[in-house]
């Protein structure tokens, strides 16, 4: 009890030190103020004004590491449009929920025990916004990237492409035109596109596309996107290199942090850390791709006798299914290894023996092979859900 005493009394003096008040508010009104506290920072985001639809807002960062801090920048969610900014930049794109705000050039350094404030002025119709729940600080002192960190970065980044690629599509513009065209100019050029907090780009695009690895990879970072096919499909990759490692990270097909830079690389390892949440939803889903290819095959005229009696597959062998990218599997090994094979590649899926009273019956177990863990669904959850 003691130490849990220490702990919160050093935060509060902590707090105190720069005016960073614990309280918080559930109502946006002036003088709401709620703080937060992270790995080496505090932070008090404070409400000055609310006035005529719009609001004020002052936000304090102190240094409570050891060293100094540089190129600081403030990620919160906020879904105003922000008009102003003073003592600061706004970083991410105006139509972000995500909001980020960076130093202003002359305020990146922050000595140890030392505060540096912003404001910013927002548009909020009706006061209809609320203090954040979190804020999440950035700065140098944290320039280390894990394998995990560089392909969670290559996952963030894919869908944003993806998402531009789907917005060029339906203004008449085709995945060939996108990259003949120059729309990924800087991010499919050999050395790809550097990104930072630092890093200023003139095409809305890079802008975004710096603002997703910035919130996820930190230091000399640089970002590629290629084209290939995937099933004979126009795909694109992603890869993040840590230029300081020379670590890569890379989605579709994570990698164990060396890939052949430039080049959708599949001949790398798979990196598998499957949390037991991720092993039982795709659990789930390759439940759903069995089931479903057995019940389209009595729509075809087959009973359930000749089905159990003629279905071979890899899944219910005592090996399992890999599920792998590169395979050319088929019948119902093809439908699951083309449903997880995205989010869930290098997983080991196990179907057990299949019967059939009233309905099929059988039960679903992924494994990865990296560290043990394992889901599972059956039946049973079927009819529970």
């Given at each position: 009890?003691?130490?849990?005493?220490?702990?919160?009394?050093?935060?509060?003096?902590?707090?105190?030190?720069?005016?960073?008040?614990?309280?918080?508010?559930?109502?946006?009104?002036?003088?709401?103020?709620?703080?937060?506290?992270?790995?080496?920072?505090?932070?008090?985001?404070?409400?000055?004004?609310?006035?005529?639809?719009?609001?004020?807002?002052?936000?304090?960062?102190?240094?409570?590491?050891?060293?100094?801090?540089?190129?600081?920048?403030?990620?919160?969610?906020?879904?105003?449009?922000?008009?102003?900014?003073?003592?600061?930049?706004?970083?991410?794109?105006?139509?972000?929920?995500?909001?980020?705000?960076?130093?202003?050039?002359?305020?990146?350094?922050?000595?140890?025990?030392?505060?540096?404030?912003?404001?910013?002025?927002?548009?909020?119709?009706?006061?209809?916004?609320?203090?954040?729940?979190?804020?999440?600080?950035?700065?140098?002192?944290?320039?280390?990237?894990?394998?995990?960190?560089?392909?969670?970065?290559?996952?963030?980044?894919?869908?944003g492409i993806d998402q531009i690629l789907n917005d060029y599509k339906a203004k008449g513009v085709s995945f060939d035109e996108c990259f003949k065209n120059g729309v990924f100019a800087n991010l499919n050029s050999k050395d790809g596109m550097?990104?930072?907090?630092?890093?200023?780009?003139?095409?809305?695009?890079?802008?975004?596309?710096?603002?997703?690895?910035?919130?996820?990879?930190?230091?000399?970072?640089?970002?590629?996107?290629?084209?290939?096919?995937?099933?004979?499909?126009?795909?694109?990759?992603?890869?993040?290199?840590?230029?300081?490692?020379?670590?890569?990270?890379?989605?579709?097909?994570?990698?164990?942090?060396?890939?052949?830079?430039?080049?959708?690389?599949?001949?790398?390892?798979?990196?598998?850390?499957?949390s037991e949440s991720q092993l039982r939803s795709a659990a789930s889903h390759a439940y759903d791709c069995v089931a479903g290819y057995l019940y389209d095959l009595m729509k075809e005229g087959q009973d359930y006798q000749s089905i159990l009696?003629?279905?071979?597959?890899?899944?219910?062998?005592?090996?399992?299914?890999?599920?792998?990218?590169?395979?050319?599997?088929?019948?119902?090994?093809?439908?699951?290894?083309?449903?997880?094979?995205?989010?869930?590649?290098?997983?080991?899926?196990?179907?057990?023996?299949?019967?059939?009273?009233?309905?099929?019956?059988?039960?679903?177990?992924?494994?990865?092979?990296?560290?043990?863990?394992?889901?599972?669904?059956?039946?049973?959850?079927?009819?529970?859900?």
């Amino acid at each position: 009890m003691k130490s849990f005493k220490k702990i919160i009394s050093g935060v509060t003096a902590l707090a105190l030190a720069c005016g960073l008040s614990l309280s918080a508010s559930a109502e946006l009104k002036a003088g709401d103020s709620k703080a937060y506290k992270g790995t080496g920072y505090m932070a008090k985001y404070e409400v000055l004004s609310v006035k005529d639809g719009k609001s004020t807002v002052k936000v304090t960062l102190k240094n409570t590491s050891k060293k100094k801090i540089n190129n600081w920048a403030v990620r919160f969610v906020n879904y105003g449009n922000i008009e102003s900014v003073k003592n600061g930049k706004l970083f991410s794109p105006d139509y972000w929920m995500f909001r980020i705000i960076k130093d202003d050039g002359t305020n990146g350094s922050v000595a140890p025990n030392e505060c540096v404030s912003f404001s910013f002025t927002m548009t909020d119709p009706g006061n209809s916004s609320d203090i954040p729940e979190g804020i999440t600080v950035y700065s140098d002192l944290d320039k280390s990237n894990s394998v995990k960190d560089l392909n969670k970065t290559a996952f963030a980044c894919y869908n944003g492409i993806d998402q531009i690629l789907n917005d060029y599509k339906a203004k008449g513009v085709s995945f060939d035109e996108c990259f003949k065209n120059g729309v990924f100019a800087n991010l499919n050029s050999k050395d790809g596109m550097k990104t930072g907090f630092n890093y200023r780009y003139k095409t809305e695009i890079d802008r975004e596309i710096n603002a997703v690895v910035s919130m996820f990879a930190r230091g000399n970072i640089s970002v590629y996107v290629g084209r290939t096919e995937i099933d004979g499909k126009d795909s694109c990759f992603v890869q993040v290199r840590d230029n300081r490692t020379g670590k890569i990270g890379q989605y579709p097909h994570r990698t164990q942090g060396e890939a052949t830079w430039g080049t959708f690389d599949l001949d790398t390892p798979v990196y598998t850390n499957y949390s037991e949440s991720q092993l039982r939803s795709a659990a789930s889903h390759a439940y759903d791709c069995v089931a479903g290819y057995l019940y389209d095959l009595m729509k075809e005229g087959q009973d359930y006798q000749s089905i159990l009696e003629n279905i071979d597959f890899q899944a219910g062998s005592d090996e399992g299914l890999k599920i792998d990218m590169k395979a050319s599997y088929d019948g119902v090994d093809k439908v699951i290894n083309d449903e997880l094979k995205y989010l869930e590649e290098g997983m080991i899926v196990y179907v057990s023996e299949i019967t059939y009273r009233n309905y099929f019956r059988f039960t679903v177990q992924t494994k990865d092979p990296a560290t043990g863990k394992t889901g599972q669904y059956s039946y049973q959850d079927s009819i529970i859900c």
